[in-house]
């Protein structure tokens, strides 16, 4: 027992003065970063050309030794390309798309590295302006204006020899919120009036990758859109032939199978062109043309129909079980309050508010129906569209009126069309340009506060009547 208390005393004693003779200098200091200039943010190549980067590396260290290296990663071909040298100089050829990229810059002498990130931006002459989806006597017809308003009209057929499905109606960008950078996924763009109605497109390129009936797992013999828009996701979502679809974004979004429909929601409900989908909460909301009632669709993954089986809070309002109304328009404005417009049984032109909330169940909160305040301004082709800030603007004849529900004040915009039909109305920007469109020409007005629709831009030699516009910046 003394022994191996005697040893563990001496073990001790040893540490001891093990620390005691440890003066080591543990004041280290890094190495001086260096100052690194000429790398921007972001970089448009053309396809085609060549791309320069070529940083500025400054130091006071004499000993620093630098190496470079440069990565581009490609993730929809899951890999990345790099190159050595104190200069990027690619002939880009990659397709047109954003990419990131990372420069690391090594100190051989200590070896430390520093990084900057930047984006290249791969362009073709289509990467940058304005599509214009337009009816030009029975066919549809696809444009596009260049930046300085030069227009490239009837753009799809010169392209593919073909037109367009008939019966124009959208085009949908589609974008992935939640990936940086941004990838190109495409247009898709709808008409009404054959059995595959519509196509989706290239950003980049404008041709053709396949028709709405070929983004179906198992197609179906008719398809035929309602309102479609592009999920937070990037993969379509909508109403065609009456029922709920949307787009598969369980895989990689660069996989030939993301955003394809499976089977619709299933249920015994026929919709309004036009769905409710909410981003925020789990749900999504429709309108029954057969029984006249808002109906609801929960969202945990899939959609499922959950019908009237929703709470409402107060029917002394109305009840959205039993509307009975032909609607001429219906729209969430930031996932939040919703809008609709539509017609009684004797010809009344309605209009109805109520919020929509998820609380474990979804809550249907009623806030007013009463008749429009001017109907004689609402006609058969009349278009409407929604601010975020809870301000419609809605077409009549040769005009467009901004319509506010908090007072119902409906007033005339200031612009002009020259006596033609406004053929459509489209809020971009944060709800501070309105796009309208006549026969052969678009116009871009000011409606930000304080504003009554001053042309900010007009693209003329368009091709028919527009009837939709994407802008791509």
Request: proline letters at 5%.
């Amino acid at each position: 027992m003394k022994r191996i208390i005697m040893a563990v005393l001496t073990a001790c004693g040893l540490l001891q003065l093990a620390c005691y003779k440890d003066k080591g200098n543990y004041d280290y200091h890094l190495p001086e970063e260096p100052l690194v200039t000429g790398v921007d943010s972001l970089y448009n190549v053309f396809l085609g050309d060549t791309l320069i980067v070529k940083p500025t590396v400054t130091t006071t260290d004499a000993k620093a030794w630098f190496g470079y290296s440069w990565r581009i990663l490609i993730p929809k071909e899951f890999r990345d390309t790099t190159f050595t040298g104190p200069a990027l100089k690619l002939v880009f050829s990659l397709p047109p798309d954003r990419y990131a990229a990372r420069l690391t810059i090594t100190d051989s002498s200590n070896g430390m590295k520093y990084f900057r990130e930047f984006e290249i931006e791969g362009k073709t002459q289509f990467s940058n302006g304005t599509l214009v989806l337009s009816r030009e006597g029975n066919t549809a017809q696809l444009s596009f204006v260049k930046p300085d308003s030069t227009v490239m009209p009837r753009i799809y057929r010169a392209l593919h020899g073909v037109d367009l499905p008939g019966g124009p109606q959208q085009i949908i960008d589609l974008v992935h919120k939640y990936i940086s950078p941004t990838p190109a996924l495409g247009y898709w763009i709808t008409g009404s009036e054959t059995n595959d109605a519509g196509v989706q497109i290239s950003t980049n390129t404008l041709l053709q990758i396949k028709t709405l009936r070929n983004n179906f797992f198992d197609p179906p013999a008719v398809a035929k859109p309602g309102y479609l828009e592009s999920s937070a996701t990037g993969v379509l979502q909508g109403v065609i032939n009456g029922k709920l679809y949307v787009g598969a974004s369980q895989t990689y979004y660069g996989s030939d199978v993301y955003g394809m429909f499976g089977l619709a929601t299933a249920g015994d409900y026929e919709l309004y062109r036009r769905a409710a989908f909410n981003s925020v909460m789990p749900y999504f909301l429709g309108y029954d043309l057969n029984r006249k009632q808002f109906v609801a669709f929960t969202n945990f993954g899939s959609a499922a129909y959950i019908g009237t089986g929703y709470q409402v809070t107060d029917i002394t309002q109305f009840d959205p079980k039993a509307v009975q109304l032909d609607l001429l328009h219906f729209q969430q404005i930031n996932d939040n309050n919703c809008f609709a417009f539509g017609k009684a049984i004797d010809g009344t032109l309605y209009e109805l508010k109520f919020g929509a909330a998820f609380k474990g169940y979804v809550e249907l909160s009623p806030v007013y129906k009463r008749a429009f305040a001017q109907p004689s301004l609402i006609t058969g082709t009349t278009q409407w569209a929604g601010t975020p800030a809870e301000i419609f603007y809605f077409t009549s004849g040769d005009k467009v009126y901004r319509y506010n529900p908090l007072n119902q004040e409906i007033k005339q915009l200031v612009t002009d069309f020259g006596g033609k039909t406004v053929t459509m109305v489209k809020v971009t920007d944060n709800g501070n340009t309105l796009i309208a469109g006549v026969d052969g020409a678009v116009y871009l007005l000011d409606i930000s506060t304080g504003k009554f629709g001053d042309i900010l831009k007009k693209y003329v030699s368009i091709p028919g009547s527009p009837v939709d516009v994407v802008v791509r910046k």
